[in-house]
């Protein structure tokens, strides 16, 4: 493996880590949204607020490596991709920002109207921002983002059928991982009610993002013939690989048994991600601007490397340790410990 | 790759130079909202550190809840730190992708550092908040000091990068201009980092400390003069003191080599139009083509300030022709003033401060001391502003010091007037919200003290999970 494809496969693995964990994020932003106002509403937006509290922020830390990464390694694709898809972007970063801070300030307004701006604020920018990115994937997977500063069209880049289910796609991929880490979460948090409460939504949107995915091959099929190939190719095995995570988890959550959805589902979406991979390669903007092509001068690439290997070597101890603090009060059984658990990470 | 074909260059750049004005003040507006949450978040730490040692050393109830309530506040700023730092990632590609794309190979470097440590920041700030209820006493200090020194690696990351693009070293650029091979420790090591991290460091601790005791003079001002106030006066006033007459040091070597490395830029912000000897110093004042006007004149110190000879050659705005000059001269000469002014005030200030505690062992008795302090935050935090402004707006017209120009760097996308309004609205309302938040938080402190406080993140954050009986007798 050259050096080009190893930082590629570092960038890769950012944002394979950056889908799972921000992605079930936004997905619980997205549940709480929609939560309604009632009564197991209200208890179910709870649920959500504990699970995501402790690790939404470090969650997104993964988004800013894929950007650095991006820029530091891959300068000409990263120029190409922010100043084509300029509108989007901005419309992502918007989303960024409101959901940051409702989700910082829901909690601390004193006033209910206040609370409830805020968790609207929330909820709402979770769902627009992973479809606004969903919608950038889209653009460069479809090739539609040519090398140059905003060389490529500013609007049809992402406007179009396979941009937009990408980011449907995004949506619904962020709301299925998190409803099966609050099934999870709703059992440990002793609640069998949204237990089950969960367990539906998961199933639901289990199917409706499967069938998305299938459209979207099919579109692919007929927009961006490479893709398609590449997916029915060397992408293949994984794809059967994420489609059999699905179903594995589909078929558990229909039983009523937990143990093992939570791998199953992160293996459905990081398989889907490496698939894609598989099949764009050699290629970052697929049929204009290849890897090796791409990638910075040799010296760059190395201290990427080397920073990579300090950053594994020094967060993930540390993360470990957060983890592991948390774990042991939960074991004391002190009611608020259990606020420190992460779930949505995936613990 | 337009960057290859000079006639194309000259097209683009014209096309692009409708986005630049947009495109600047955008940068330039929010990195200077960032930079304050930056200064807490890289000093508030320490300041918290500070109280929660005394508390343990002297058994120092007050101190103990000074660093609790310390630490509730760093999380508040450190989200809307995170949040606006986040678009700052996103604006190097939204807005300069032509920098960006050629040199991000360069100083992309930097800010991958940066990444692990704003990783290692946020990991043990929801550790150490955690940590209140959960860990014995000098355990729960020490998974603090991480914290302090992942801030300080932090920026150092950051400001080297702009150092880097005040005094660019450490690459080579191939025929066509892209970057052909990169030396990453020179990029690192530029010349431009020992005087401005130090430099971007200090100003960290005192705007941070200024800020904090202002905070409690004004409580003071109104009337609450207990020992917590004195002692959350006292710990950030005291930390502050220390740095400023530091800084002011730092801030002179900073001087002498920007007449060296970018004489142009210092050129500016003295207002020389001319290559000269024996030049004079000019405080305050407007800047004319002819020289400054309505300033107080101080003949020869300039030249004596850059070499300590008022004999010294000083290098004028002449130099170099019109098109390479940086813009807004009498601007970037007020705040350099003012930058300085300020750091000789805030040392008044310190001294004020430092003379009481050595006659009586107490702060001074005086209101207009209490008063001086309660400004003193806002005070620092203009002196933050204007130093910004001196190191970039003077580095005009280059993005990277004689380099590549603002100009060739920007976007060729349109719409940057709109994400310029957009980031202004939005950016007021999250200034507003988060100075709302803290006195909300400080309120009910005052009310029932701090309990588990409502922080927006960090373990300890959320309230209670619905863990115990789950009202779902009836849903069922
Ligand atoms: C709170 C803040 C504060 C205070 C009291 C001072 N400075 Fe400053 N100054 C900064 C905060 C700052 C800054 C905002 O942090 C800058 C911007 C870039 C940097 O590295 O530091 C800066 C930049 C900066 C620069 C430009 C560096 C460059 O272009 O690379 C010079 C020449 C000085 N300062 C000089 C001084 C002097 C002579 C001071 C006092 C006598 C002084 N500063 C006090
Ligand atoms: C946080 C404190 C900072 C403030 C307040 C600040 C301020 C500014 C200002 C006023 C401008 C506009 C200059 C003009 O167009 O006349 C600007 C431009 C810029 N700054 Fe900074 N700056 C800061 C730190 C940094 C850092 C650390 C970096 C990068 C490593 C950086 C990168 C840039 C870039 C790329 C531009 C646009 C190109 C240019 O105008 O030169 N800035 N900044
Ligand atoms: C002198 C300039 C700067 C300093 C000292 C600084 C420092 C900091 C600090 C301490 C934080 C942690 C949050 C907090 O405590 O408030 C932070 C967050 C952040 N900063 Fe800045 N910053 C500077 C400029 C920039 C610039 C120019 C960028 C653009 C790339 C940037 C990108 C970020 C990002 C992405 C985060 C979020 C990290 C996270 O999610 O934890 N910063 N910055």
Same mark, same amino acid.
């Given at each position: 493996?050259?050096?080009?494809?190893?930082?590629?496969?570092?960038?890769?693995?950012?944002?394979?880590?950056?889908?799972?964990?921000?992605?079930?994020?936004?997905?619980?932003?997205?549940?709480?949204?929609?939560?309604?106002?009632?009564?197991?509403?209200?208890?179910?937006?709870?649920?959500?607020?504990?699970?995501?509290?402790?690790?939404?922020?470090?969650?997104?830390?993964?988004?800013?490596?894929?950007?650095?990464?991006?820029?530091?390694?891959?300068?000409?694709?990263?120029?190409?991709?922010?100043?084509?898809?300029?509108?989007?972007?901005?419309?992502?970063? +918007?989303?960024?920002?409101?959901?940051?801070?409702?989700?910082?300030?829901?909690?601390?307004?004193?006033?209910?109207?206040?609370?409830?701006?805020?968790?609207?604020?929330?909820?709402?920018?979770?769902?627009?921002?992973?479809?606004?990115?969903?919608?950038?994937?889209?653009?460069?997977?479809?090739?539609?983002?040519?090398?140059?500063?905003?060389?490529?069209?500013?609007?049809?880049?992402?406007?179009?059928?396979?941009?937009?289910?990408?980011?449907?796609?995004?949506?619904?991929?962020?709301?299925?991982?998190?409803?099966?880490?609050?099934?999870?979460?709703?059992?440990?948090?002793?609640?069998?009610?949204?237990?089950?409460?969960?367990?539906?939504?998961?199933?639901?949107?289990?199917?409706?993002?499967?069938?998305?995915?299938?459209?979207?091959?099919?579109?692919?099929?007929?927009?961006?013939?490479?893709?398609?190939?590449?997916?029915?190719?060397?992408? +293949?095995?994984?794809?059967?690989?994420?489609?059999?995570?699905?179903?594995?988890?589909?078929?558990? +959550?229909?039983?009523?048994?937990?143990?093992?959805?939570?791998?199953?589902?992160?293996?459905?979406?990081?398989?889907?991600?490496?698939?894609?991979?598989?099949?764009?390669?050699?290629?970052?903007?697929?049929?204009?601007?290849?890897?090796?092509?791409?990638?910075?001068?040799?010296?760059?690439?190395?201290?990427?490397?080397?920073?990579?290997?300090?950053?594994?070597?020094?967060?993930?101890?540390?993360?470990?340790?957060?983890?592991?603090?948390?774990?042991?009060?939960?074991?004391?059984?002190?009611?608020?410990?259990?606020?420190?658990?992460?779930?949505?990470?995936?613990? | 790759?337009?960057?290859?074909?000079?006639? &194309?260059?000259?097209?683009?750049?014209?096309?692009?130079?409708?986005?630049?004005?947009?495109?600047?003040? !955008?940068?330039?507006?929010?990195?200077?909202?960032?930079?304050?949450?930056?200064?807490?978040?890289?000093?508030?730490?320490?300041?918290?550190?500070?109280?929660? =040692?005394?508390?343990?050393?002297?058994?120092?109830?007050?101190?103990? /809840?000074?660093?609790?309530?310390? #630490?509730?506040?760093?999380?508040?700023?450190?989200?809307?730190?995170?949040?606006?730092?986040?678009?700052?990632?996103?604006?190097?590609?939204?807005?300069?992708? /032509?920098?960006?794309?050629?040199?991000? #190979?360069?100083?992309? $470097?930097?800010?991958?550092?940066?990444?692990?440590?704003?990783?290692?920041?946020?990991?043990?700030?929801?550790?150490?908040?955690?940590?209140?209820?959960?860990?014995?006493?000098?355990?729960?200090?020490?998974?603090?000091?991480?914290?302090?020194?992942?801030?300080?690696?932090?920026?150092?990351?950051?400001?080297?990068?702009?150092?880097?693009?005040?005094?660019?070293?450490?690459?080579? &650029?191939?025929?066509?201009?892209?970057?052909?091979?990169?030396?990453?420790?020179?990029?690192?090591?530029?010349?431009?980092?020992?005087?401005?991290?130090?430099?971007?460091?200090?100003?960290?601790?005192?705007?941070?400390?200024?800020?904090?005791?202002?905070?409690?003079?004004?409580?003071?001002?109104?009337?609450?003069?207990?020992?917590?106030?004195?002692?959350?006066?006292?710990?950030?006033?005291?930390?502050?003191?220390?740095?400023?007459?530091?800084?002011?040091?730092?801030?002179?070597?900073?001087?002498?080599?920007?007449?060296?490395? !970018?004489?142009?830029?210092?050129?500016?912000?003295?207002?020389?139009?001319?290559?000269?000897?024996?030049?004079?110093?000019?405080?305050?004042?407007?800047?004319?083509?002819?020289?400054?006007?309505?300033?107080?004149?101080?003949?020869?110190?300039?030249?004596?300030?850059?070499? =300590?000879?008022?004999?010294? !050659?000083?290098?004028?705005?002449?130099?170099?022709?019109?098109?390479?000059?940086?813009?807004?001269?009498?601007?970037?000469?007020?705040?350099?003033?003012?930058?300085?002014?300020?750091?000789?005030?805030?040392?008044?200030?310190?001294?004020?401060?430092?003379?009481?505690?050595?006659?009586?062992?107490?702060?001074?008795? #005086?209101?207009?001391?209490?008063?001086?302090?309660?400004?003193?935050?806002?005070?620092?935090?203009?002196?933050? /502003?204007?130093?910004?402004?001196?190191?970039?707006?003077?580095? !005009?017209?280059?993005?990277?010091?004689? $380099?590549?120009?603002?100009?060739?760097?920007?976007?060729?996308?349109?719409?940057?007037?709109?994400?310029?309004?957009?980031?202004?609205?939005? =950016?007021?309302?999250?200034?507003?919200?988060?100075?709302?938040?803290?006195?909300?938080?400080?309120?009910?402190?005052?009310? /029932?003290?701090?309990?588990?406080?409502?922080?927006?993140?960090?373990?300890?954050?959320?309230?209670?999970?619905?863990?115990?009986?789950?009202?779902?007798?009836?849903?069922?």
């Amino acid at each position: 493996m050259s050096t080009p494809d190893a930082v590629a496969g570092v960038l890769w693995l950012c944002a394979t880590l950056y889908a799972v964990f921000g992605g079930a994020d936004f997905g619980a932003g997205f549940w709480a949204l929609f939560a309604g106002s009632g009564e197991r509403g209200e208890r179910a937006r709870a649920l959500v607020d504990w699970a995501i509290g402790p690790v939404w922020e470090a969650n997104h830390v993964w988004l800013i490596f894929v950007l650095v990464v991006l820029w530091t390694a891959f300068s000409v694709a990263f120029s190409a991709i922010m100043s084509t898809l300029f509108i989007p972007l901005s419309l992502a970063v +918007l989303g960024i920002v409101l959901r940051g801070s409702g989700f910082a300030f829901h909690k601390m307004a004193r006033r209910l109207r206040n609370r409830q701006l805020a968790e609207r604020i929330f909820g709402l920018s979770s769902l627009l921002t992973p479809f606004f990115m969903g919608t950038v994937v889209g653009a460069i997977a479809s090739g539609r983002v040519p090398v140059g500063n905003a060389a490529g069209d500013a609007v049809t880049s992402w406007l179009n059928v396979p941009s937009l289910l990408t980011g449907a796609l995004f949506v619904g991929t962020g709301a299925y991982l998190s409803a099966v880490f609050l099934v999870s979460d709703a059992r440990r948090a002793g609640d069998p009610d949204l237990e089950r409460y969960f367990s539906a939504r998961a199933l639901g949107a289990g199917l409706v993002t499967g069938a998305i995915a299938l459209a979207g091959i099919l579109v692919y099929r007929a927009d961006a013939r490479f893709i398609y190939d590449g997916l029915t190719g060397e992408g +293949l095995p994984l794809v059967i690989v994420s489609a059999a995570c699905g179903l594995g988890v589909l078929a558990l +959550l229909w039983r009523g048994e937990l143990r093992g959805t939570r791998p199953l589902a992160v293996g459905a979406v990081a398989a889907v991600i490496w698939g894609w991979a598989a099949a764009q390669y050699p290629y970052l903007l697929p049929q204009t601007l290849e890897i090796e092509d791409g990638a910075a001068a040799e010296g760059t690439l190395t201290a990427v490397l080397i920073v990579f290997g300090i950053a594994v070597v020094m967060v993930l101890p540390a993360l470990g340790f957060l983890y592991a603090l948390a774990q042991r009060s939960m074991l004391d059984g002190e009611a608020e410990a259990a606020s420190a658990l992460p779930p949505a990470a995936g613990d | 790759m337009a960057t290859g074909i000079p006639l &194309l260059t000259d097209l683009t750049t014209l096309a692009a130079s409708s986005q630049l004005t947009p495109a600047r003040s !955008q940068m330039a507006f929010t990195l200077g909202f960032h930079i304050i949450l930056a200064c807490l978040g890289v000093a508030f730490p320490a300041m918290m550190l500070i109280a929660n =040692y005394l508390g343990l050393r002297r058994n120092d109830a007050d101190a103990m /809840e000074l660093a609790r309530r310390w #630490s509730k506040v760093t999380a508040v700023t450190f989200a809307v730190g995170a949040v606006t730092g986040t678009v700052l990632s996103f604006e190097f590609g939204l807005l300069w992708p /032509e920098f960006t794309g050629r040199f991000g #190979s360069v100083f992309g $470097i930097l800010f991958a550092i940066e990444g692990i440590f704003f990783f290692l920041e946020a990991i043990f700030i929801a550790i150490y908040i955690f940590g209140w209820k959960r860990l014995s006493g000098w355990a729960h200090f020490w998974t603090g000091v991480p914290v302090v020194i992942a801030g300080l690696g932090g920026a150092f990351s950051v400001v080297a990068a702009n150092a880097w693009m005040n005094q660019p070293q450490g690459f080579t &650029l191939g025929a066509d201009g892209t970057v052909t091979d990169v030396e990453p420790l020179k990029v690192i090591f530029n010349p431009a980092v020992p005087y401005e991290v130090p430099h971007m460091i200090l100003a960290a601790y005192l705007v941070t400390g200024f800020l904090v005791a202002s905070v409690y003079a004004v409580g003071m001002l109104r009337g609450r003069r207990d020992r917590h106030h004195r002692l959350g006066l006292l710990i950030p006033l005291t930390v502050a003191a220390i740095a400023t007459p530091i800084q002011f040091v730092v801030g002179d070597t900073a001087t002498r080599a920007i007449a060296d490395d !970018q004489p142009v830029k210092f050129a500016a912000m003295e207002c020389v139009q001319t290559t000269h000897r024996d030049v004079t110093e000019y405080l305050g004042g407007i800047c004319t083509s002819d020289g400054v006007e309505g300033a107080i004149p101080i003949p020869g110190l300039n030249s004596f300030l850059v070499d =300590y000879s008022t004999d010294t !050659q000083v290098i004028g705005l002449d130099s170099v022709p019109p098109r390479d000059r940086p813009p807004a001269n009498t601007l970037l000469h007020l705040a350099f003033d003012a930058m300085v002014g300020i750091c000789v005030l805030l040392i008044g200030l310190g001294a004020w401060l430092g003379l009481a505690w050595w006659r009586r062992r107490d702060i001074p008795r #005086s209101r207009w001391f209490l008063r001086a302090t309660a400004v003193s935050g806002v005070a620092s935090i203009v002196a933050l /502003e204007c130093g910004w402004i001196v190191t970039e707006v003077g580095r !005009q017209p280059w993005v990277v010091y004689e $380099i590549m120009r603002t100009e060739d760097a920007v976007t060729g996308a349109s719409g940057v007037w709109f994400t310029f309004s957009a980031a202004l609205a939005l =950016y007021a309302a999250l200034g507003v919200a988060t100075v709302l938040i803290l006195r909300t938080m400080a309120r009910r402190w005052r009310a /029932e003290g701090v309990g588990e406080a409502d922080v927006p993140y960090g373990p300890g954050a959320p309230a209670p999970p619905p863990a115990t009986p789950p009202a779902d007798g009836g849903s069922r």
